[in-house]
């Protein structure tokens, strides 16, 4: 599940209670005057949600620093005419156990309660031939069991086989396993599903490729 985020609000309930400075300048200030007990630097995601934390457990005295004359980092917001254009991160992806998540709908920037709306999924080979719908649905289920067993390994601490020890490798074995049952042109079409989602689910994570996430 994927929810649309205002970064210019949640930015500002994030910091709420902070002291924010802007880096721009020394201008010879006495040290007293620019001593604070804690220091958070850089504006971000990371750095809101630190200042966001001390101000909530009663701390005030801190400083935030930013070099740039507005905070929330990679996240922007713009207008561009009359509407609004998201310039850095405007997704959030998963819900359950995810902070951002709960920040948004803390704030109401989020709509809980989503109706469903009828969409339909195509899948096209290279020479432009649909594939049916129920090899699309079959290979998306095997793949979606495939990531589960792989959360198996996180949260039960289960031991990978010999050699596998990133998410990249446990799926490769596992695809490699479901494709043996079917003849070669079958298997092609099926891989080729199978590569669209790996590199769907490197943009979604940010990875280059999925060898690099590791199982534990």
């Known amino acids: 599940m994927a929810a649309s985020l205002s970064p210019g609000a949640a930015a500002a309930a994030a910091a709420a209670g902070s002291s924010v400075a802007t880096s721009a300048r020394f201008d010879g200030l006495e040290y007293a005057e620019n001593y604070s007990r804690f220091l958070v630097i850089g504006g971000g995601a990371a750095g809101l949600s630190a200042a966001s934390h001390l101000a909530r457990c009663g701390v005030r005295d801190f400083k ?18 009359s509407a609004k254009v998201e310039l850095g991160a405007s997704w959030i992806h998963g819900v359950l156990g995810n902070p951002l998540y709960e920040l948004a709908v803390s704030q109401r ?15 096209v080979t290279e020479e432009g031939r649909r594939l049916p719908f ?21 949260l039960c601490k289960y ?56 199982l534990m």
């Open 109 to 123: 920037l989020v709509d809980v309660v989503q109706s469903p709306k009828p969409h339909n999924v195509a899948a």
């Open 134 to 154: 129920s090899v699309l649905q079959e290979t998306y289920e095997a793949y979606f069991w495939f990531f589960k067993r792989c959360e198996e390994y996180f």
């Open 64 to 81: 935030l620093l930013e070099a740039r004359n507005r905070l929330g980092g990679r996240i922007l917001t713009t207008q561009v005419g």
């Open 159 to 214: 031991q990978p086989p010999e050699g596998v020890r990133s998410v990249g490798q446990h799926i490769e074995l596992e695809i490699g396993i479901y494709l043996q049952r079917f003849p070669p042109q079958q298997r092609h079409v099926r891989r080729l599903v199978f590569d669209y989602l790996l590199k769907r689910e490197c943009c979604i994570t940010g990875a280059y490729k999925t060898v690099s996430c590791f």
